[in-house]
């Protein structure tokens, strides 16, 4: 079966400086890939998502994540950070064989002003 | 657009006591899940249904039970409260089984 680490529990940066959280996941297909921001007491929503094609994606508020195939990483990036960018992060994966999504552990982002 | 709408959104009860909670969905969707969220922790599937009068078990499904009576709703019932089970409950549903979810805001479990 499938399986999702978050190597990072928790990552503190200051406002404005780059942010890289890691994602690598367990699967010998093809994946879905998924990274979704949970804010506190809020659901979950989605960020961005890779099926096929270009292996860097693009997703809301200056997102972007990159499939490594190679790898088997799918880690979340952005440029510059903001103070709202503070909340809980999680990838996911799906594949062909169960037909289901696992979510990793998440990694909480704090923001420094 | 759509909405995922839990009620209710918090639940207190006693322990040992039988306690439903609610998820209702418009996007139209045929694929609906409920997760468990402890603490600081991640998902973990309870159960899933892929379309009406569907249920599949996920990896926590002992001590609950689901019901997808129509394709817009699907409750979760807890059993047999126990303390160690308080958490937060997410539901959420997606048009297929692999694909993105959506999910509604919660419902936070306290058992006394």
């Known amino acids: 079966a499938q399986s999702v680490t978050q190597p990072d529990a928790r990552v503190t940066v200051s406002e404005g400086a780059s942010l890289q959280l890691r994602c690598k996941y367990s699967y010998s297909g093809t994946p879905y890939l998924f990274w979704y921001v949970q804010y506190p007491r809020q659901g979950l929503q989605l960020l961005l998502k890779y099926y096929s094609g270009d292996p860097v994606v693009q997703g809301v508020n200056g997102f972007e994540a990159e499939f490594i195939k190679s790898n088997s990483s799918f880690h979340l990036r952005k440029a510059s950070v903001h103070w709202s960018d503070s909340a809980v992060y999680f990838c996911a994966v799906s594949a062909h064989s169960n037909n289901r999504i696992f979510f990793g552990d998440g990694t909480q982002l704090v923001v420094k002003p | 657009g759509g909405i995922i709408t839990q009620t209710p959104k918090f639940l207190i009860g006693q322990e040992g006591q039988k306690l439903t909670l609610k998820c209702q969905q418009n996007f139209n969707h045929d694929t609906m899940y409920w997760y468990r969220q402890d603490s600081g922790k991640g998902l973990r599937l309870i159960y899933y249904?892929?379309?009406?009068?569907?249920?599949q078990k996920g990896d926590l499904s002992e001590g609950y039970d689901a019901s997808r009576e129509k394709k817009s709703s699907f409750s979760l019932t807890v059993t047999s409260a126990q303390k160690n089970e308080m958490a937060v409950f997410l539901c959420a549903s997606s048009i297929a089984d692999r694909e993105e979810q959506y999910f509604g805001p919660g419902t936070r479990l306290t058992v006394l």
């Open positions: 249904s892929i379309t009406e009068n569907d249920l």
